[in-house]
């Protein structure tokens, strides 16, 4: 089945010890995106590419870096967290073209830092 | 500024007793608004897409309707298993790949 993999499920990190998120889709979509998710809230968009164009929110602190080596792997580098960086990371994708810009997650990571 | 509104927070149900989740929105030309659903611990899945007043469309006990400034989700009899928290996102018309999402309404179905 074509979907949205995530690795790892869930990441457990130090103060300000760098660490990478990856994602993958076999959907051969043209637009991935990054959420963080804290408990009870909206997922908040950090970045998305289509294809590799990368469009940064206003917002998402410069701690936060991606990378989209080919169209089926994207990664979200975290520098140097911080305890208030501890969330939900998820990744999504649509076609981005036509009519059809619904968004396919996946499972997501849970990011902890200690 | 865009902005996306869900209500109630929280919902418990029993089962089988029909109800409604609102999500209010505020955006400079809506392109296209999105039901999702979050089972905890889980990334959202992909429900509905509604683009215009008016418009309706249905899953199972699920139903999503669309007006100028505000969408419903209806559930009709809903099981246990419609247990869930369901998000709102719209999709503004001068950015597509730009999605605000509301907080949610946690759902609760009691048997």
């Known amino acids: 089945d074509a979907m949205v993999i995530q690795n790892p499920r869930y990441q457990v990190t130090q103060f300000g010890k760098p660490v990478t998120l990856s994602c993958s889709q076999t959907l051969n979509h043209n637009v991935m995106y990054w959420y963080q998710q804290k408990s009870s809230q909206a997922p908040k968009l950090l970045f998305h590419y289509y294809d590799k164009d990368f469009n940064n929110e206003a917002d998402t602190p410069d701690n936060f870096q991606s990378r989209r080596p080919n169209t089926s792997f994207c990664f979200l580098d975290i520098r140097s967290p911080g305890l208030g960086d501890a969330a939900m990371y998820l990744c999504?994708?649509?076609?981005?073209?036509?009519?059809?810009?619904?968004?396919?997650f996946g499972p997501g990571t849970r990011l902890t830092v200690t | 500024e865009d902005q996306v509104t869900q209500s109630p927070e929280a919902l418990r149900l029993q089962e089988g007793e029909s109800s409604s989740l609102n999500c209010s929105y505020t955006?400079?030309?809506?392109?296209?608004l999105f039901w999702y659903r979050q089972d905890p611990g889980k990334g959202p899945e992909f429900l509905f897409t509604?683009?215009?007043a008016g418009e309706e469309k249905e899953k199972e006990r699920l139903k999503a309707t669309l007006t100028k400034k505000e969408s419903f989700l209806h559930i009709t009899a809903p099981k246990p298993e419609d247990s869930a928290t369901y998000l709102c996102a719209v999709q503004a018309i001068y950015n597509f790949n730009k999605f605000y999402f509301g907080s949610g309404t946690k759902l609760n179905v009691k048997p």
């Open positions: 999504a994708t649509s076609t981005g073209q036509g009519n059809k810009y619904e968004q396919y």
């Open positions: 509604l683009y215009s």
């Open positions: 955006v400079s030309g809506l392109r296209g």
